[in-house]
């Protein structure tokens, strides 16, 4: 299996406190919103991301990726780096399959302790009792980083 | 005509300075990139980014997103606030139909204008020579905003 991750491309994805994920709605159309994310070890690695409760988080809204994602895995992430010295911008587009993965389903524990470990916020919310996107990820291209 | 912007989420998605497109590639997939953008005056605004050249650019890369809107002008946008502090989380999604303008086309100039007052960067760069993309908004939504 090809790693599609080099090493600094993967430091870069996994230091940034958020990104942005694509689902694809019933239309046919992109669906966007900022994700908190946790990259999970493995070869390749997984993008974990938890279906949470934040404050004010509006329940149908938040339920739209899941739709999306039980009717076409595919998506689509990008991570970046903005700065107003422009030769510093950069950004990761990643593709892969993401999955719906209950609480007591293989891969759940694991993300769910490493989005905790990424973000404190997380360890005083209930998420153990949500479900993760898991994201197997097939191809990475990255601008700027070098 | 309605307007899809109230006040304060037109003020909130002005005010960035970044924002992350999608557009729909070929195979349906969404096509995730950042952009620099302006918001047009008008009834109702319209968001303006330019094709350009920054630093490092590739080429290749850079027309996907052209392409793709000349088979499937449908896009979608995703401005956000992120924070540690999680009650000040918030985004607004906005959804349009895209266009390509060349130079010397209705509308060309007037973005080029106002992308160079809101990004000093552009008044050094050839930007009027280079297409840019107007996006007629169709949908606005937010979360986190109020």
Same mark, same amino acid.
């Given at each position: 299996?090809? %790693?599609?991750?080099?090493?600094?491309?993967?430091?870069?994805?996994?230091?940034?406190?958020?990104?942005?994920?694509?689902?694809i709605d019933a239309d046919g159309m992109p669906s966007?919103?900022?994700?908190?994310?946790?990259?999970?070890?493995?070869?390749?690695?997984?993008?974990?991301?938890?279906?949470?409760?934040?404050?004010?988080?509006?329940?149908?809204?938040?339920?739209?990726?899941?739709?999306n994602?039980?009717r076409d895995?595919?998506?689509?992430?990008?991570?970046?780096?903005?700065?107003?010295?422009?030769?510093?911008?950069?950004?990761?587009?990643?593709?892969?399959? !993401?999955?719906?993965?209950?609480?007591?389903?293989?891969? %759940?524990?694991?993300?769910?302790?490493?989005?905790?470990?990424?973000?404190?916020?997380?360890? !005083?919310? !209930?998420?153990?009792?949500?479900?993760?996107?898991?994201?197997?990820?097939?191809?990475?291209?990255?601008?700027?980083?070098?």
């Open positions: 299996m090809i %790693h599609p991750f080099d090493t600094s491309t993967l430091a870069f994805v996994a230091g940034m406190r958020v990104a942005r994920l694509a689902t966007l919103v900022p994700i908190c994310f946790a990259v999970l070890d493995g070869e390749p690695p997984v993008i974990a991301s938890v279906v949470d409760e934040k404050p004010k988080r509006v329940a149908d809204r938040e339920l739209a990726r899941v739709r994602i039980r895995s595919r998506v689509s992430i990008v991570v970046d780096r903005y700065d107003e010295e422009w030769s510093r911008l950069a950004w990761v587009q990643i593709r892969g399959r !993401a999955r719906i993965v209950e609480p007591g389903v293989d891969g %759940h524990a694991d993300a769910i302790e490493t989005l905790r470990e990424k973000y404190p916020q997380y360890r !005083a919310m !209930a998420i153990e009792r949500r479900p993760v996107i898991l994201i197997d990820v097939s191809r990475v291209r990255s601008w700027g980083l070098a």
